[in-house]
């Protein structure tokens, strides 16, 4: 599986972002997806997640009422809709697909995205 992510960018505190992950398999359904996101120096972290079916999603407390992780199977598409940005929401922002349960330990996905920059400015 490949994964595409786009939509980073600049933005202003207070700020949105919709980030999206393209999914090159065909049957996006049999995976569960995440987001994780890594700052300069440190490590890489869990954002949120959600189930193959999109019925159940999971969040980092940091991010829970700001952030919306969604997916369409149909488009084999998961987004990550970010509001109320905050500077220290910056760092890179990456996609994993995993074939098991959804889990928020990055060892659980078998596959990454490349990562795409979010910059939030003060």
């Known amino acids: 599986v490949q994964l595409q992510a786009s939509g980073g960018g600049l933005v202003q505190a207070g700020g949105s972002l919709r980030l999206s992950c393209a999914a090159s398999?065909?049957?996006?359904?049999?995976?569960?997806m995440a987001w994780f996101r890594q700052a300069p120096g440190k490590d890489r972290v869990f954002v949120a997640a959600?189930?193959?079916?999109?019925?159940?999603?999971y969040y980092a407390d940091s991010v829970n009422g700001r952030f919306t992780i969604s997916r369409d199977n149909a488009k084999s598409t998961v987004y990550l809709q970010m509001n109320r940005l905050k500077p220290e929401d910056t760092a890179v922002y990456y996609c994993a697909a995993g074939l098991y349960q959804v889990s928020r330990t990055s060892k659980e996905y078998d596959y990454w995205g490349q990562g795409t920059q979010v910059t939030v400015s003060s």
């Open positions: 959600v189930s193959r079916s999109g019925s159940s999603t």
């Open positions: 398999a065909r049957t996006l359904s049999s995976y569960a």
